[in-house]
Structures are given as structure tokens and as C-alpha cells.
């Protein structure tokens, strides 16, 4: 699937967000903020938490211009993904590249009339604290912006405290 362009009107490559790495290690919370191209590239993102190395649960949280988030976590047999709305797909291509790794069986003509759903794994999560019957009511909450649902998971998790200070550090 083709995406139209990669990031929303008004921006140059890439969109208005942040990415954070979230590790769990010794029964401690530690968030990092990502680099940039993680907002533009799945792979870029995978990459970059490949390399912090954890013996504790990494994962990412991608906001993507508060539209839409992924929550991306690598494994050994293969990264675990949960794209919050795969509509998204028809206009940004790190959505587009999510539904591709995903194999969903989707077109964009699928996409073009269909209300915002999520596609992926809705228990990314769940071995760490956040049930999938939990994730699924954060997003049916459809009022909320990308990052309140991002801060919605971090609070049902324990570490919004430490999103929070990332961000901070981020001007968000």
C-alpha cells in the first residue's frame, strides 16, 4: 500500500510528534526520548530500540502528529505492533509501512470510507500491565488526542511520571 505523502500538510519530511523508548527493567520504569526518523520509519524505530539492549521489556511509543499512534515492540520472532488507527495508512507512510509488517489484509479502498480502527496486537502489552480489554477502551475513547491516549497507557501502566518528564524535556 502506497501511502499519499509522508507527513501532514505544513510540515517538511517529517510530521509534528515524538517517539519514546519505554524499558522495564528490575521492576523500574526508565522512558528515553527517540530520535525524529522514528516518526517517519517503522524500521528506523525498530532499530533504534534494538539497540538499547535491555534484559527487561523495550517498547516505543510513536505519536504521529497526535492523529494516530504505534506502539512498537521487538522480540526475538519478530517486532509486536499496534497501530491505534489504520486509516491513517492513507496518508502517512510509516502507517502505511505498519500495516505492510502487519500483513493486513487491507486496501486502501478498504480505507478510504471506513471510521478510524485499530490494526495490530492489542496485547503488545499485556505480559508487562496493560491488559488488551484495557488498551481496547483507551482506544474506543476516540475524543482523545494520540498523546492523551499515549498518557492514558503510560498512567494504567505506572510510568507517566516518567513520560511526562521526557516530554517535558521535549516541549510537548
Known amino acids: 500500500m502506497e501511502a499519499q505523502r509522508a507527513s501532514a500538510p505544513g510540515s517538511a519530511d517529517t510530521p509534528d510528534g515524538f517517539g519514546v523508548a519505554v524499558v522495564r527493567e528490575e521492576g523500574k520504569w526508565r522512558c528515553t526520548p527517540m530520535s525524529r526518523k522514528v ?13 538499547l539492549r535491555s534484559a ?3 517498547f516505543g511509543l510513536l505519536d504521529i502528529d497526535d492523529e494516530f499512534f504505534l506502539i512498537v515492540r521487538p522480540a526475538p520472532s519478530g517486532t509486536r505492533l499496534l497501530l491505534s488507527d489504520a486509516t491513517a495508512a492513507l496518508d502517512y507512510d510509516i502507517a502505511a509501512e505498519a500495516l505492510e509488517t502487519l500483513d493486513a489484509d487491507i ?4 480505507l478510504e470510507d471506513s471510521e478510524p480502527f485499530e490494526e495490530g496486537d492489542l496485547g503488545v502489552l499485556a505480559d508487562i500491565g496493560l491488559p488488551d480489554a484495557v488498551l481496547g477502551v483507551i482506544l474506543d475513547e476516540t475524543d482523545l488526542y494520540a498523546d492523551e491516549q499515549l498518557g492514558r497507557i503510560a498512567r494504567e501502566m505506572g510510568f507517566a511520571e516518567e513520560l511526562a518528564a521526557v516530554l517535558d524535556r521535549l516541549d510537548r
Do not use: C, I, K, N
Open 39 to 51: 516518526l517517519t520509519s517503522l524500521s528506523a524505530a525498530e532499530t533504534e530500540l534494538r539497540e
Open 107 to 110: 486496501t486502501p479502498e478498504d
Open 56 to 58: 527487561g521489556a523495550v
